[in-house]
């Protein structure tokens, strides 16, 4: 399980700022994709190998109404989502009644509390700190999420107290995890139940909260798969048709714990603002990707004619990701996802020769020289993988840190054609050797 954040504070102590801060993406090609929406409340950070949610809450007054009307309902859901809270606070304003208030509240939530005093940087730290004592909610941690400084201590001591190894691996009874995902009313419980089918369920977990995921492992054609089926499907007929409501963290946490994502749209409604938020968010995962476009039947052509250019639009970044056009509620086209799924994986999992990588960077380049830069041509030497799940490749030359975003989506594309690598996103990371 992704450990949860969740940024509570008054408007304008900077918590936006941290939050990007937290979440700054683990890689900047992600970040210039062409069309991609970056979520502005919910985000995925990682320190060294281990990602965390971070949620910004928006503001807390702290001083209209009363008491109780205080904490929005949306701060309370996203509070009681979380495993830890940070309480951010600005050191130039010093502690304000309204944060004796919001103190208060938070206290009650018997949450674990950071009191993290922000803009910090042109005071004392001591000075910082001592008047935010007096809210009894422990010693404060002094940061300037603006410049970036004690960002890093701040999440060094968060991962030490919070939950959540995490391991990407497939257990060999448990196979391939795919994660179901998609907004609400797309079909994915159609989609979980139709896969489900006349298979044999080997096992699943009953989840702990709600927003935790189902786990259901079955087996195909004599091969183990887990379903992370964030509809929870197989609860709804049990709590008494009770429908869950949507949940991004339980969506990105799926995402995170999953091999294989699949995304699924609705043909008959178009693609909208949330589908591609969350296809966002999985480019940012760096998980391999099958796209499911559901409701295909009664369909006109022309009308999937203008689906598909409609996915083309909206969402060029997933140009990767292999698409399946099916009707869950029919049946038809899902046997198949199978195939898709297999695919996808074995290539965010292929092992990738150097000498293979390297003679298709000479050809990549040969074929389109990079540009010039303070008058001399940036060099690309040789490549060989740096790791898998996704594949990255490691390309050394000579002023790599200038090479423009334009060419290294031309090297992707030509290393993603050349190796035939569909259904998963490819990273590079570069070395100079100067
Ligand atoms: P939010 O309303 O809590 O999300 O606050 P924002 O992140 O939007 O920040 C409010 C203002 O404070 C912006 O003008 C930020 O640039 C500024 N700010 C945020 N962090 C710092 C900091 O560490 N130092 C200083 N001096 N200003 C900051
Ligand atoms: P979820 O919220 O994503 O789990 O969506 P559901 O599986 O509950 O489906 C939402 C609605 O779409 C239900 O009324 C389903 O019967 C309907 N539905 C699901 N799959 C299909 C499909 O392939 N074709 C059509 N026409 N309707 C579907």
Not at 224 to 234: K, M, N, Q, S
Not at 260 to 268: P, S
Not at 343 to 370: C, D, F, G, M, S
Request: hydrophobic share 40%.
């Amino acid at each position: 399980m992704l450990p949860v954040i969740a940024l509570v504070g008054r408007p304008n102590v900077g918590k936006s700022t941290l939050f990007n801060r937290l979440t700054r993406t683990r890689d900047a090609l992600v970040a210039d994709q062409p069309g991609l929406t970056r979520d502005r409340q919910y985000g995925i950070g990682k320190m060294g190998d281990r990602p965390y949610v971070v949620v910004d809450t928006g503001g807390l007054s702290g001083e209209e109404g009363g008491v109780d009307q205080l904490m929005e309902k949306q701060v309370q859901a996203a509070i009681a989502e979380a495993d830890h809270i940070l309480f951010l606070l600005d050191a130039r304003a010093g502690c304000t009644p309204a944060d004796q208030v919001i103190a208060g509240q938070l206290r009650r939530t018997g949450k674990p509390i950071h009191v993290v005093v922000n803009k910090s940087e042109s005071l004392d730290g001591d000075v910082a700190g001592a008047d935010f004592f007096s809210l009894g909610l422990g010693e404060p941690l002094p940061i300037s999420a603006a410049h970036g400084r004690g960002v890093r201590s701040l999440i060094n001591e968060l991962l030490q107290v919070l939950p959540g190894e995490f391991e990407d691996v497939v257990e060999e009874d448990k196979g391939i995890m795919i994660a179901v995902v998609g907004r609400p009313n797309v079909g994915k419980s159609t989609l979980v139940n139709r896969l489900l089918g006349e298979e044999r369920v080997v096992a699943f977990d009953q989840p702990g909260t709600t927003r935790d995921s189902v786990f259901i492992t079955y087996s195909h054609d004599d091969k183990p798969y887990t379903l992370i089926d964030t509809a929870g499907v197989r609860r709804r007929a049990k709590v008494s048709e009770v429908i869950e409501k949507f949940s991004v963290i339980k969506t990105l946490q799926a995402i995170e714990q999953a091999n294989v994502v699949m995304l699924v749209l609705d043909g008959q409604q178009g693609i909208g603002e949330q589908d591609a938020t969350l296809a966002g968010h999985i480019l940012e995962s760096g998980r391999a990707l099958v796209v499911v476009i559901n409701k295909w039947d009664g369909l006109q052509s022309e009308q999937r004619d203008q689906v598909k250019a409609d996915i083309e639009r909206k969402l060029p970044f997933l140009d990767f990701a292999v698409k399946r056009f099916v009707s869950a509620l029919h049946g038809s086209g899902v046997g198949k996802l199978y195939e898709a799924i297999d695919k996808a994986y074995a290539n965010a999992t292929r092992k990738l020769a150097t000498p293979e990588l390297t003679r298709i960077l000479e050809w990549t380049v040969q074929e389109h020289q990079p540009p010039m830069v303070h008058g001399r041509r940036i060099k690309l030497r040789y490549a060989h993988q740096g790791g898998q799940n996704p594949p990255i490749i490691v390309i050394h030359g000579n002023q790599t840190d200038s090479v423009p975003m334009t060419y290294k989506r031309y090297l992707i594309n030509r290393f993603r054609e050349v190796l035939k690598l569909s259904g998963t996103p490819i990273r590079l990371e570069f070395k100079s050797g100067e």
